[in-house]
């Protein structure tokens, strides 16, 4: 038998995954992937897979799941087809600026504010305190300390804060690979409702749900918040999908 690691890495797949025992359906089940993506990985034609982050999500998913290192098997796929996995795009850093005699004394300063402020805050409590008390028939106006809290809420700094209620930003973007017939509907409003081009993106700021309807379920991708979604559909399935604010993490490829 050959040395797996003579092995391409689509054969590498393949054998991990016949040698747990798992079928194409378990793996698909698993990584909430469909059938059809994992039998094109395992016969190595990466160009009839989602591309940009949909393709790279899929190889480490699967490859997690068979016991495969992810990392590994998507470097070894990318060496083997450059144009289908092109590297992401790099993070340019700048380079740190010298630290000039302005900014270190700048940072003297910083450093030392803080600890004056400390001291003004002790020790003018203090120094109020030694006063002698003003008599009482005369009125006089109360200055307020800048440095103490002047307002005590009621029942005092032990009631619990509230917590805020604002919802966390959820945002829905698509992608069309093909063209389609899709209709977009949030919170009951139908926003999109037309034949879309391939190459088109929309961006939906998610509410309680979107309802994603359409004639084929393979030519709508998404992401949520940057994170690859799962594929809707085989190519040419109808579409017919809720994502709600309150299941859409079931929706994101895990990795």
């Known amino acids: ?19 747990k025992g798992l079928s194409l359906r378990q793996i698909a089940e698993a990584t ?33 799941e068979v016991g495969l290192n992810p990392d590994e098997l998507l470097n070894e796929f990318a060496t083997k087809h450059p144009e289908d996995l092109p590297p992401p795009p790099s993070v340019v850093i700048a380079e740190p600026k010298a630290v000039t005699s302005f900014n270190k ?22 120094t109020r305190a030694i006063r002698p008390e003003p008599r009482k028939d005369i009125v006089r106006e109360r200055r307020i300390d800048p440095l ?16 805020s209620t604002r919802p966390v930003p959820v945002v829905v973007t698509l992608t069309i690979s093909s063209r389609c017939q899709l209709r977009v509907v949030a919170d009951g409003n139908e926003i999109i409702g037309r ?14 749900e979107i309802l994603l309807l359409g004639d084929n379920a393979a030519a ?13 559909g ?3 399935d109808l579409l017919s999908t809720r994502i709600g604010r309150d299941d859409y993490q079931d929706f994101l490829v895990r990795y």
């Open 1 to 19: 038998m050959a040395d797996h690691r003579s092995l391409d890495p689509a054969s590498r797949l393949r054998l991990a995954r016949e040698g």
């Open 32 to 64: 909430k992937l469909s059938v059809r993506s994992i039998e094109m990985l395992e016969k190595d034609r990466l160009s009839d897979l989602p591309n940009g982050i949909y393709r790279r999500s899929i190889i480490k998913s699967v490859a997690r």
């Open 105 to 126: 004394a700048l940072t003297i300063v910083s450093a030392v504010l803080p600890m004056i402020a400390g001291i003004l805050y002790f020790a003018l409590p203090m």
């Open 148 to 163: 103490r809290a002047e307002i005590i809420p009621i029942g005092g700094f032990n009631e619990t804060p509230v917590a």
């Open 195 to 208: 034949a879309m081009q391939q190459g088109e993106t929309v961006r939906i700021d998610l509410g309680d």
């Open 220 to 232: 709508v991708q998404f992401s949520i918040n940057g994170q690859a979604g799962r594929l809707l």
């Open 234 to 236: 085989e190519p040419g």
